[in-house]
């Protein structure tokens, strides 16, 4: 659906992207990540056809980002978007409507929970909705491609869980996505694959799970008994601190230490009264592959 190859870009003599390379699949929601200055606004805007690059490929479906473009087959929800302080999104709908030469598209205002509020000001709605209007808008043209930067900055809670559903559900509707989040936990729940951009260069791609664990790493299961026990009551599990009521243990293989945990246990008559498992994080080995780790 999307192939960069050896893509190069200079500011002046210093080079942001260095051959940056990378494909995403038709209909997968694949996640940029990278630290602040990789390059990954830089990779986002050439691919989008808002900035020029000195060398490499983009293809969207076959075509460059200026062919795409005209094509309408992709859409931009930037990470800062504005509109007119006075317009309304009834107003702004009929402007990009117009603009890419498509009937009006009033159902995707009511499609994002947008339906009473037809005529009010942009500069009185909340920023989530304002953020369900950006996204309504890039959709107005029905494209093949959308690229969504930072889509839940300044949202609280409840606006994220709302904007998450209705990304999951362009997916089904056979959107392909590309999404550059600084939110680890957001591009765990919804990303098919990720690409780690470092130093202009992606260091890594796979999908979450397989970037979380190509590296072996402990585990933990934190409870609370009804008891005191030690370290020298367990034959695996490494217990590491006791905190506030609470035994923390380590373990590298979570189905053999929870095995030994409740047989231990039982054979001992405890009480459990509370246990969680505290499983590595794709924010952990992004922070790793960023320093240069491994």
Known sequence: MIKVSELIKYYGKNQVLKKTTFEVKENEIFGLLGPNGAGKTTTLECME????????????????????????????????????SNITPKDAMNLFCKWNK?????????????????????????????????????????????????????????????????????????????????????????CDRVGILVNGIVKKIGTPAEIIHEVRRESSIKMMLNQEISEKQLKTLKLVKNKNGYYVLKTENVLEGLEELIGFIRKNQYELIDLSIDKPTLEERFIEIAKGEN
């Open 49 to 84: 056809g808002l900035r020029a690059y000195d060398k490499g490929d983009i293809k969207l479906m076959g075509n460059n980002p200026e062919q795409a473009l005209k094509k309408g087959l992709i859409g931009i929800q930037l990470q800062s978007s504005s509109l007119p």
């Open 102 to 190: 498509v009937l009006v598209r009033y159902d995707l205002l009511d499609l994002f929970g947008l339906k009473d509020m037809y005529n009010k000001q942009y500069k009185t709605m909340s920023t989530g909705q304002k953020r369900r209007l950006h996204l309504a808008l890039a959709l107005a043209h029905s494209p093949k491609i959308l690229f969504l930067d930072e889509p839940t900055a300044g949202l609280d809670v409840e606006a994220k869980v709302a904007l998450h559903e209705e990304i999951t559900k362009l997916k089904e509707r056979g959107v392909t996505i590309i999404l550059a989040s600084h939110d680890m936990a957001e591009v765990e729940t919804l």
